[in-house]
């Protein structure tokens, strides 16, 4: 294969090679006391704990409610029996192994089941217990099935991480892709970039891959995920740098979480900065009532709240992020807030009978997903929700 020469980077000296040490015992951070750590012990053996040291020396150790610590660090109210987990019944669209078609143009492959580190509030945890079953390594039957669905022009490689996996895998995968002609798109979702920059930053086979394979006609997409400005450290935005260079587009997606960037002033920051580098944000998550995940969640008027002054400032191209929950009937937008209504739309749905659905349900300040509430009325006593004429919102591509 031709290696494509890369463009420097203007950053200089913050890319020299480093390999991050992981730490997957609670008894190796010392700025925990011990007393505490045995309780915390408790908690990841129900929900596994991972970090690097890269990531844990952006903590504050002298701050309790630091953010990043939030993030990473175990905390016993996960322990708490609240939510389920596989919150939008990812079980549903499940079509094979790993592979998952909720929505005609987009399918997942769920192709690795590790993360450079785990987020506290996954909504995947999941995946990582012993006893699951859903990630294939061996991506090949979805392969099949996506070739056979000319619909399809969407393929997101996620999991876990897709960046974990060596690049030879990356490789194999991204090339059988690009061998299906309907896909047009291929989506990394990865939390590498803020986990561990130098994961992309050491690998000119990876950097040759993506620069070879994200074509001007046919783009790869990394959909990073950055939850704090905290985390947008000069060697983040070098590896974010490094991504655009190899012709990758970048777009940011989070989930918004209680205790990390649930304050208006942190997300615009957030937004603010992203938008700087070249990675805007794309979708701000209202958090899944996923098992041990009670902590972490904001109501969703709450959620708007925050969402709306978090979007007063910066330029449009900070302000693009639609806030939205991952529902299992789809993605629905959350529109507005009054004093008596929530107002919802799908801006994407799983039945063609709700694509493009406006909805009305009555205000309930202490409810945290669809499920916990309650259609608005109308007058003459019809019901909300109803279909909204905008159908063509979820058309063909
Ligand atoms: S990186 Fe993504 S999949 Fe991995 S633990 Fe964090 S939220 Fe979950």
């Known amino acids: 294969m031709t290696t494509i020469p890369l463009p420097q980077t203007g950053l200089g000296a913050a890319a020299d090679a480093r390999r991050v040490k992981y730490v997957r015992d609670i008894d190796k951070i010392p700025n925990i006391p011990p007393e505490e750590r045995e309780n915390l012990k408790r908690v990841a053996e129900k929900y596994v704990f991972r970090a690097n040291d890269y990531y844990l020396g952006l903590i504050d150790w002298n701050d309790p409610n630091d953010p990043i610590k939030q993030l990473i660090i175990p905390r016993v109210e996960e322990l708490s029996d609240w939510g389920n987990l596989d919150a939008s019944n990812e079980a549903a669209v499940t079509v094979s192994k790993g592979v ?15 993360c450079g580190a785990y987020c506290r509030y996954c909504f995947r945890k999941r995946l990582f217990m012993d006893e699951n079953d859903e990630v294939t390594n061996d991506v090949s039957e979805g ?10 022009t969407n393929v997101l490689l996620t999991g876990g991480d897709p960046l974990l996996m060596s690049t030879r895998r990356l490789r194999e995968i991204i090339e059988a892709i690009r ?3 309907h896909v047009k798109i291929i989506r990394i979702g990865s939390k590498m970039p803020a986990f561990d920059p130098w994961r992309f930053l050491n690998d000119s086979e990876l950097q040759d891959l993506l620069a070879r394979y994200s074509t001007p006609h046919k783009r790869i997409y990394l959909m990073a995920h950055f939850d704090h400005p905290r985390e947008l450290t000069d060697i983040a935005i070098e590896g974010i740098d490094r991504f655009i260079r190899c012709g990758v587009i970048c777009v940011n997606q989070c989930p918004l979480i209680k205790g990390i960037n649930d304050d208006p002033q942190v997300l615009s920051n957030l937004y603010r900065k992203l938008s700087w580098i070249g990675c805007p944000p794309y979708y701000l998550f209202q958090g899944r009532p996923t098992a041990g995940n009670e902590p972490y969640e904001v109501p969703i008027v709450r959620g708007w709240e925050i969402f709306r002054e978090a979007l007063r400032y910066g330029s449009g191209l900070a302000r693009r992020a639609r806030y939205c929950m991952s529902h299992e009937t789809g993605k629905i937008e959350i529109l507005a807030v009054d004093e008596k209504h929530i107002y919802l739309r799908y801006h994407r749905a799983k039945d063609e009978a709700n694509r493009g659905r406006f909805m009305i349900y009555k205000r309930n300040d202490e409810a945290y997903w669809l499920d916990h509430l309650e259609p608005a009325e109308a007058g003459g006593g019809e019901k909300f929700p109803h279909t909204s004429p905008d159908v063509f919102l979820d058309g063909p591509e």
């Open 100 to 114: 998952q078609h909720k929505y005609p143009h987009t399918v997942l492959l769920l192709c690795n089941e590790v």
């Open 143 to 152: 392969l099949r099935y996506i070739a056979a669905n000319p619909n399809v």
């Open 179 to 181: 061998k299906i002609d």
